[in-house]
């Protein structure tokens, strides 16, 4: 690489970047130990309250991936999935105060076969995914509500069906596609081939994709992506014929916030100067126009860390941690608006359960390069884990640069997690910045601001830097700015939508 050349957003891609999701973060769910304290996989779990009665067939990765489409495993690992995805669910909503376990508003039920699904917008550590080019139960292969489908599998209803313009999955349907510019309203999400041809990995993944469905259908806010649509038939989706595992249909993005910064911002937002070079944000050599300019780039990137920020206080508020914070899993809409996704690893955390030190007893989780030094040596955490990861993002933001580019995962441990090395903060030379950097990424845990001070320091570095501009309206995040929806709002019967019909669920927990 030539000196001075910057990475590409491919280039960038390390051993730091993919999320760590290890099995036991789903059980923490299922709360299942055996008597040497080993943490068994869900499957495992299942296995050790109804021991079936032969074991199911082997499945070859490598044959079941080459089956595309056409996928599928034995019947009796979809039913323990369906399982144990519903038990999970139950688990996690019976102390909620988010989830819901009675209805949602606004989610078209719809099949996999109804869909056509177009390119890929993205990859992650367990699902894939895809534009909607339509939805319509009309395409090749659609099958019909009198398909032989037992019914118990398919006949989840909406409760007010007869609301005007009220069924969601109509809507789906007539708006899929924006007429005007002739692009796509939404987009699926679903776990790649072979994470469903491995029952541990299907299991898991799917506990994420319906926990993070629920979520998302119990969250309302402009910079948190938007569930649209779920499995017809909810879990026991993966009963049917060909099944493809559990799906969410989202609000379609444009634009990753990791692409934004390494293509667009790089060009348009870098401003030349005569001293320090390399990026540096300072004014002391530069003529006024320089200056100008680079106070109002900082100040439209300092408004998408704003937004950012309005996001994590919803969710802390509700006392959510996120887990997952970088840029990849940031994006943008049609409007420009940026939105959180991919909430696979957010946990409600349970005041009860918090330790003395006003930590608590969580998996590892997240992506190494944001992950706050507690949570990477696997020791108690809390909410500050989620401003230590906001903080790296904004010296990301602000510098334009990745922070601890060139580090293995080795050196990170020893001299990020243990040694508290950090990136160079003097990139930033806005002073106020500066200093929320520095403690936002404090290595203690207990020196970091809460989100609601970081919200309201950007707020009002955003007021200085864009003076006029920084409206009450344009700083607001009591409104939703969202893609079409219908006036009125059918709700759909969670508890119907999350059962499971498999016999191991005839006995409550």
Same mark, same amino acid.
């Given at each position: ?148 489908? +037992? ?89 049917? +014929? ?268």
């Amino acid at each position: 690489m030539k000196p001075g050349r910057r990475k590409t957003v491919e280039e960038l891609k390390d051993v730091l970047s993919p999320t760590t999701h290890k099995p036991s973060s789903v059980e923490e769910e299922m709360n299942a130990t055996s008597a040497t304290h080993r943490v068994l996989t869900p499957l495992e779990a299942l296995e050790r309250e109804e021991e079936p009665e032969e074991s199911p067939p082997a499945v070859n990765p490598a044959a079941a991936a080459s089956n595309g489409p056409e996928l599928d495993i034995s019947l009796r690992i979809h039913e323990k999935v369906a399982s144990v995805a519903s038990k999970a669910y139950r688990k996690a909503s019976a102390k909620s105060g988010v989830l819901s376990s009675n209805k949602v508003a606004g989610v078209g039920l719809v099949k996999f076969s109804h869909i056509e699904v177009g390119q890929l917008l993205g990859k992650g550590s367990f699902s894939n995914v895809y534009e909607i080019t339509k939805i319509c139960s009309t395409l090749p292969g659609a099958t019909s509500d009198e398909d032989d489908c +037992p019914e118990e599998l398919r006949n989840v209803t909406y409760t007010d069906k007869d609301a005007d313009n009220g069924d969601p999955r109509d809507h789906l349907e007539k708006n899929y596609e924006r007429r005007s510019s002739r692009t796509f309203r939404y987009a699926i999400k679903f776990l790649k081939d072979d994470i469903l041809s491995n029952p541990n990995s299907y299991a898991v993944g799917t506990v994420d994709l319906v926990i993070e469905g629920m979520f998302l259908a119990s969250l309302t806010h402009p910079n948190i992506i938007k569930v649209r649509g779920l499995p017809e038939g909810g879990v026991n989706s993966l009963l049917q +014929p060909n099944a493809k595992g559990y799906f969410l249909v989202l609000d379609r993005l444009f634009d990753t916030l990791e692409k934004r910064i390494y293509e667009s911002w790089q060009e348009e937002h870098r401003v030349e100067d005569t001293g320090g070079g390399g990026g540096c944000f300072c004014f002391g050599n530069k003529n006024k126009q320089a200056i100008e300019d680079e106070k109002k780039y900082l100040g439209e990137r300092l408004k998408v860390a704003f937004d950012i920020s309005a996001a994590l206080k919803f969710l802390h508020n509700k006392n959510i941690i996120y887990r997952d914070l970088k840029p990849e899993n940031l994006g943008f809409d049609v409007r420009g608006d940026i939105k959180l996704f991919d909430l696979g690893l957010v946990k409600e955390l349970d005041p009860k359960k918090m330790k003395k030190d006003g930590n608590y007893k969580l998996s590892m989780a997240g992506t190494p390069r944001y992950m706050a030094p507690e949570c990477g040596k696997r020791k108690r955490y809390n909410l500050s884990a989620d401003v230590y990861s906001f903080t790296m993002l904004l010296w990301e933001i602000i510098t334009m640069r990745q922070p601890l580019e060139d580090f293995t995962y080795s050196r990170l441990q020893a001299e990020v997690f243990e040694d508290g090395h950090r990136p160079n903060i003097k990139l930033i030379t806005n002073k106020h910045m500066r200093e929320l950097v520095r403690l936002g990424w404090h290595q203690d845990s207990s020196e970091r601001p809460s989100i609601d001070t970081v919200y309201e320091e950007l707020k009002l570095e955003i007021m200085v830097l864009q003076g006029k501009k920084a409206t009450d309206k344009a700083l607001s995040h009591d409104r939703r700015r969202s893609t079409h929806v219908p006036g009125r709002l059918s709700t759909v019967d969670v508890s119907a939508l999350l059962r499971s019909s498999c016999a191991d669920l005839t006995n409550e927990d």
